[in-house]
């Protein structure tokens, strides 16, 4: 069973960095696509990143490319949502999100659409203030 645990998330002023990281337990982590969510108050959630583990293939959102990046540590099973030059309306729950690689393809993936994604984390706040 796909297990997800986010951690990283804080509060920073307009400009500031932070990294959230999603520790993937439970399966073979190869084998999986991972990708980041997030979800303001009275707000849909919406797609933020998503890497295809291992292949060196990413995707990220218009709101954020240029300023987020999307990583993975083999070693720790972990991916990381690098966040830089923050903005207010980067405040939201922040989710961690997973999905087998034999039922989907990176075509599919890379739309960020959550209901692609079977496996979810508990979530962690980022708050980005003036």
């Known amino acids: 069973q796909v297990h997800l645990v986010e951690s990283g998330g804080g509060s920073v002023q307009t400009g500031g960095s932070l990294r959230l990281a999603c520790a993937v337990s439970g399966v073979t982590f190869n084998d999986y696509f991972v990708g980041w969510f997030r979800q303001a108050p009275g707000n849909q959630r919406e797609g933020v990143a998503a890497?295809?583990?291992?292949?060196?293939?990413?995707a990220l959102a218009d709101s954020v490319k240029g300023r987020f990046t999307i990583s993975q540590d083999n070693s720790k099973s972990t991916v990381y949502l690098q966040m830089s030059s923050l903005k207010p309306e980067d405040t939201a729950m922040y989710y961690c999100?997973?999905?087998?690689?034999?039922?989907?393809?990176?075509?599919?993936?890379?739309?960020?659409?959550?209901?692609?994604?079977?496996?979810w984390g508990q979530g962690t706040q980022v708050s980005v203030s003036l």
């Open positions: 999100a997973a999905q087998s690689r034999l039922s989907l393809s990176w075509t599919t993936v890379r739309r960020l659409d959550e209901l692609d994604f079977s496996y």
């Open positions: 890497l295809r583990i291992n292949c060196g293939v990413t």
